[in-house]
């Protein structure tokens, strides 16, 4: 089945670093990506959708210059979070559906993100 | 009114027993109903996707759609320690698998051996 691989799964940094995490779809083409964030104990909270070789649709109250999203292939989509602070440490999660078919999204398996 | 309502639980049942979680929605619109199982620390995990009305069964798993009463469910039988997880409920309408997926709260289940 189709299969949404999410890199890396786990990351710690100093506060003041970019960072970026990368989601494909390994399987299928995917023109339209999502990106969430979760924290504990709460359900997914949509960020942004990422479209293949145009702009991001950001969600109202999520900063577009603080997380960057560039979908430059069919497969890949990136979500950089740029001068990231300990306010941003969370769990980000990507999906997406197979554009070729009316099948419903999967699920990358999160990355944590850790700022110190 | 939020657009889909989920009793976040937690929900704790012995092993072997049935299991039944719910969502109710708001809008009439949704036309394609998930349930997502998500452990902790990874990313939900697609169990059961229907269209409209109608029940489809998967294994131990059960997914029923009641749109006139803006009513899903999942039911577990024979449920296993390996079912704690929670599972969360999304909802789209028909305007493709790009739309975006509103999602309840997510209700946490424990299975005890």
């Known amino acids: 089945g189709a299969v949404v691989s999410q890199h890396p799964s786990w990351v710690i940094c100093k506060s003041g670093t970019s960072v970026k995490i990368e989601c494909r779809s390994l399987?299928?083409?995917?023109?339209?990506m999502f990106w969430y964030r979760q924290f504990p104990k709460q359900s997914l909270m949509l960020m942004a959708t990422?479209?293949?070789?145009?702009?991001?649709?950001?969600e109202q109250g999520v900063e577009k210059d603080k997380f960057l999203i560039n979908h430059a292939s069919l497969t890949l989509s990136t979500l950089t979070v740029t001068s990231a602070h300990p306010e941003d440490s969370s769990f980000y999660i990507c999906?997406?559906?197979?554009?070729?078919?009316?099948?419903?999204?999967?699920f990358g398996d999160g990355t944590r993100l850790s700022i110190l | 009114q939020k657009e889909v309502e989920q009793d976040p639980g937690p929900l704790s049942v012995p092993e072997g027993a049935i299991v039944s979680l719910n969502c109710t929605y708001s809008n009439s619109a949704f036309q394609y109903f998930m349930w997502y199982r998500q452990y902790s620390r990874k990313g939900p995990e697609l169990l059961m996707y229907?269209?409209?009305?109608g029940n489809k069964e998967d294994g131990r798993f059960t997914a029923q759609v009641d749109k006139s009463s803006k009513y899903i469910s999942l039911f577990i039988r024979d449920s296993q320690p390996s079912d704690s997880a929670t599972y969360l409920c999304a909802m789209r309408n028909s305007g493709g698998s790009n739309y975006k997926l509103t999602f309840g709260k997510g209700t946490l289940l424990t299975v005890n051996p």
């Open positions: 229907t269209y409209s009305s």
């Open positions: 990422s479209n293949e070789g145009s702009k991001a649709t950001y």
């Open positions: 999906s997406a559906p197979d554009s070729a078919s009316n099948q419903p999204q999967h």
């Open positions: 399987d299928f083409q995917a023109t339209t």
